[in-house]
């Protein structure tokens, strides 16, 4: 197969240029549009357009002339449904082309796009267009999108069903105007163009029509969202924006909406900033990518017996490296895929030798991900990892190099660090002095600086933070029982495990557990009895999650199991991969809830025991909710007096000690009680500490952490003869 690719070169000339020499703008028209491109991006065209100093026909002839090749006027012609099908939607979509005509004697097809140079361009639609000769034509950046939306985004049937990721851009991204991506798309009999405000704010109205008027929209406009059932009743919209301050019952509006036209989009905000911003619609879609890629994963890491989801383990970690340094969600997405996929080639070639050069991986996944179509700027991020930085970027950061960075530092790290290892202050030493020492080489300062500080927080919050990790296992197969027991204490869970119903109950009403895990692989009949005998005898399942692990091919006899309250069932013959993963999300649902039979933190006060919240954990509790309250915590004769004022600790005292020599005795304190009452600013005392609760935590941390040290060296160690 061929392309027609000698159309055309690029002048030297700019596109400003050539309009200005053409006589088609005015200096001052190309100012006036510069300055709307520093501010809302896009093409210095599109921007013209915009204000509508030239029309799309002139700006093609502009564009053929700069290129020196045939363009397209996409707005005036109608495109054949088998034309729109010789190009993939997805293919469409990423690379913003459009096929408009195909010469069945020439055997040639002609897409529109907006570089009819670029060789990458041309060799990936040679490889989709199955035979025929492609032929790109320049057309306006507007007009594309325009009519991308109309031919591909507009059907759920056959190849033009496209899934929600970060390149099904709509046509109103130009204007901040982005319409959800993991809205629905819209059929056909919607109108594309029309769009109903509801809003009482005449700054909307103003703003937003005029900005959808822009991009050819009709825009219906009303204050209240009793009007604008009246209005819906025999219409149909593309999109219905409500703010959320209109009178009149707007949650009947939406429902009538969903009965009327059940694909029409509808988009409530609290303000304009935060429509044109696009605040927080994605996140959902985001979170549930993220949650599915790391379940996926995980799959195959427990299909292959691997001991853990590397994969997972350096997605989650890129996830809040990308967090931490501020990347937009469409970058952060792009890099959180190559993350989990980076070496996907392991699990589709089968196990290689670990020792291998990393880049060899990465290389198969790259041509895995290339004949799988999958979007090539992910391919150009994986291509970024491990390569030495010779160039210096100081003026401009290419997304794929940053995010081939956040791989290349964060694989390196778990590969060195096992996902069950816990770090301790002097590995991490270590490894921040060989980061720093590869920061200029093979890791850019902009990524290596916030993975270490960001490093640094997950140790400090590993010496304090022990919280939703206790587990008690009942199992009747000690070997089985004791392997997952290891696996968990490796993931630094709390574990006991109990092989009698009597001593169960009696554990279970004594401690109760954050989670529970039952191993049996007797009949189902039998797994059942014991349950119900559980219950019985007063375990409750629905209070603290449980998991069942049993015979595969038992399953489907127990799912009735999860109505009792049961979490989940896992067959006991995988790998503890899945299970680990499962138990970690609980933690983090746990972590989610206020505190409550230990103390909740209500107005009238709150107490518990140190055995079930020690003071760290209280104090963790406390600050970053800005509480201003009295401590009290007792343990045996000793009392410790704590006030934090908007949750900083500004005063303590116990006996002699104070500030924060006396918070550090009170951490070493395992058995007593805490109590917390909220007061007033103007009771607080004269404050006698001015050292952040962080400082004081981790040097507290560090002093327990020594005197443990000390207390195993003084002890007498048994030596086998």
């Not at 993931?491 to 169960?504: A, C, Q």
């Not at 809830?593 to 140190?610: C, I």
Request: with cysteine; hydrophobic share 40%; net charge negative.
């Amino acid at each position: 197969m061929t392309s027609d690719s000698s159309q055309g070169k690029k002048s030297t000339k700019r596109l400003d240029q050539i309009l200005i020499e053409e006589g088609l703008v005015s200096e001052e028209q190309v100012r006036e549009a510069l300055h709307s491109q520093k501010e809302y991006s896009g093409k210095i065209g599109s921007n013209l357009m915009r204000h509508g100093f030239i029309d799309e026909a002139a700006l093609v002839k502009a564009l053929s002339i700069q290129y020196e090749c045939e363009g397209v006027v996409l707005s005036e012609i109608e495109i054949p449904e088998e034309i729109v099908k010789f190009v993939p939607a997805r293919v469409a979509v990423a690379r913003r082309v459009m096929p408009f005509d195909y010469d069945v004697e020439e055997n040639v097809l002609k897409v529109a796009c907006e570089d009819p140079l670029d060789e990458d361009l041309i060799h990936e639609l040679d490889f989709v267009a199955r035979g025929k000769k492609v032929q790109l034509v320049v057309a306006v950046e507007l007009s594309l999108k325009t009519a991308i939306a109309n031919y591909y985004m507009t059907s759920v049937d056959g190849d033009k069903e496209i899934n929600a990721d970060e390149n099904s851009e709509t046509l109103s991204q130009s204007s901040g105007l982005v319409f959800a991506a993991d809205d629905k798309a819209v059929t056909p009999e919607v109108p594309l163009n029309q769009v109903l405000l509801v809003t009482d704010d005449e700054d909307d109205r103003r703003v937003i029509s005029d900005i959808m008027g822009r991009e050819n929209y009709e825009v219906t406009v009303t204050d209240s969202a009793n009007d604008a059932i009246d209005i819906i009743d025999g219409r149909q919209f593309h999109t219905v924006f409500i703010r959320d301050t209109v009178s009149g019952d707007y949650l009947d509006l939406i429902d009538r909406l969903r009965k009327i036209s059940p694909r029409t989009r509808v988009r409530y905000y609290e303000s304009s900033a935060n429509l044109l911003l696009n605040q927080k619609t994605n996140e959902a879609a985001i979170d549930l990518i993220i949650r599915n890629l790391d379940l996926f994963t995980s799959l195959l890491s427990s299909r292959q017996n691997n001991e853990e989801n590397h994969s997972g383990t350096v997605g989650q970690y890129v996830d809040r490296l990308c967090r931490r340094i501020g990347l937009p969600d469409k970058d952060r997405m792009t890099i959180i895929n190559a993350a989990y996929l980076h070496d996907i080639a392991k699990f589709y070639y089968g196990k290689t030798d670990s020792s291998e050069n990393p880049r060899s991986f990465i290389d198969l996944t790259v041509k895995l991900l290339d004949s799988l179509n999958f979007p090539p700027l992910i391919a150009e991020v994986l291509r970024s990892m491990y390569i030495n930085l010779r160039q210096k970027y100081t003026k401009r950061l290419p997304i794929e190099v940053l995010g081939g960075n956040i791989l290349t530092v964060v694989d390196i790290f778990c590969d060195n660090i096992a996902a069950n290892e816990k770090l301790s202050l002097d590995k991490f030493d270590a490894i921040k002095k060989k980061f720093e020492d590869l920061t200029g080489k093979l890791f850019l300062a902009e990524v290596a600086k916030p993975f270490i500080a960001m490093i640094k927080e997950e140790v400090f919050e590993a010496q304090t933070d022990d919280k939703y990790n206790q587990v008690m296992l009942f199992g009747d197969m000690p070997e089985l029982t004791s392997h997952f027991e290891h696996r968990l204490r490796q993931e630094g869970f709390r574990t006991l495990s109990i092989s009698t119903i009597d001593t169960f109950v009696e554990l279970f009403r004594r401690s109760r557990p954050e989670m529970m895990v039952l191993l049996s692989q007797a009949e189902p009949t039998e797994v059942i009895n014991l349950i119900d005998e559980l219950i019985t005898q007063g375990v409750n399942f629905a209070v603290v999650p449980t998991f069942l692990l049993t015979n595969s091919a038992a399953i489907s006899d127990l799912t009735g199991m999860l109505e009792k309250g049961i979490e989940d069932i896992i067959p006991v013959n995988d790998n503890p991969n899945l299970l680990i993963v499962k138990m970690k999300k609980i933690q983090q649902r746990l972590g989610e809830k206020p505190v409550s039979e230990n103390g909740s933190f209500e107005e009238n006060g709150a107490r518990g025991r140190l055995e079930d919240m020690n003071l760290i954990d209280l104090l963790q509790a406390m600050g970053p909710s800005r509480k201003t309250v009295r401590i009290a915590v007792n343990s045996g004769e000793q009392e410790l007096i704590i006030y934090l004022d908007e949750g900083a600790i500004v005063y303590a005292k116990c006996d002699v000690l104070t500030g924060a020599e006396a918070v550090y005795e009170g951490l070493s304190w395992k058995d007593g009680t805490w109590s917390a009452q909220p007061v007033s600013p103007g009771s607080i005392p004269e404050p006698n500490n001015d050292y952040s609760n962080e400082s004081i935590l981790m040097e507290g941390c560090r002093l327990l952490d020594e005197r443990t040290r000390n207390d195993i060296s003084t002890q007498e160690i048994p030596i086998e003869e």
